[in-house]
């Protein structure tokens, strides 16, 4: 009924493009802050600025890391090195967590202007799991998730959520490590084996293929579905009803 495997009695999702439709929201803080950012060095330094590409840049160095994360691995791409600062660096520090402050606050900004709304047929299919008698986690990355999960009315349908306060809290590294969908299997009492992994990012499929999980769901909203199976993906859908429309 729910095209996983027999075994699988858990189920792990991500929350931006697997559960709602923020994804698209965190793309476009990233190019405007780090477009402002490169523009800002590039004047400085009177070198050529080349913006930050909202699809290959997005999808390859921060799409489902943890903010500071992503701010590193971009970065590092472009031969930038900053000091890290602290977590409470104000958005106009020069650091890499002054940055994610940038991000963050644009991403806060763009959600209460914007709303948040949830992915239908992801929806129907976390009802689904519910129905059937399968624990429930959101596994994000975000500070911001509960606030997402909230605003998107859909708070109510999980049982546990790890996010990157949690992370934090716990001392969990990123995806793609697979540290924090451990976390969420542990929370909800079940091996690795026992939980399946949905996921948009390639960072988090790579994290579900590093944690031996039962199964790694790939969802590609964005056309890039071979990506997520050479990372990871044991089976790639464009929406998750589509697991529910197979059988």
Not at 136 to 148: D, G
Request: proline share 4%.
């Amino acid at each position: 009924m729910l095209g996983l495997p027999e075994h699988v009695h858990t189920c792990l999702f991500d929350l931006d493009g697997v559960l709602t439709r923020t994804a698209e929201v965190h793309a476009a803080a990233w190019k405007e802050m780090f477009d402002a950012y490169l523009r800002q060095r590039a004047d400085r330094e009177g070198a050529p600025f080349v913006p930050f590409d909202a699809v290959r840049d997005y999808d390859e160095y921060v799409d489902g890391r943890p903010r500071a994360d992503g701010v590193r691995t971009f970065l590092a791409a472009r031969t930038i090195d900053l000091p890290e600062g602290m977590p409470e660096d104000p958005p106009d520090a020069e650091t890499v967590h002054g940055l994610g402050t940038r991000k963050n606050d644009l991403v806060l900004r763009k959600i209460e202007e914007e709303g948040v709304q949830a992915y239908e047929g992801s929806v129907a299919y976390v009802r689904a799991a519910r129905d059937a008698g399968l624990r429930r986690a959101v596994v994000s990355s975000s500070a911001n998730c509960q606030a997402v999960l909230t605003a998107a009315g859909i708070a109510d349908l999980f049982d546990e959520r790890i996010d990157g306060l949690v992370a934090r809290e716990q001392h969990l590294r990123g995806k793609p490590e697979p540290d924090t969908y451990l976390a969420a299997a542990r929370a909800l009492g079940a091996e690795p084996g026992q939980a399946a992994v949905f996921e948009d990012a390639l960072a988090g499929v790579e994290a579900g293929r590093a944690g031996k999980f039962g199964i790694v769901v790939g969802v590609d909203r964005v056309g890039q579905a071979d990506e997520l199976r050479r990372h990871g993906a044991d089976v790639v859908v464009r929406d998750l009803a589509e697991l529910l429309e197979e059988r």
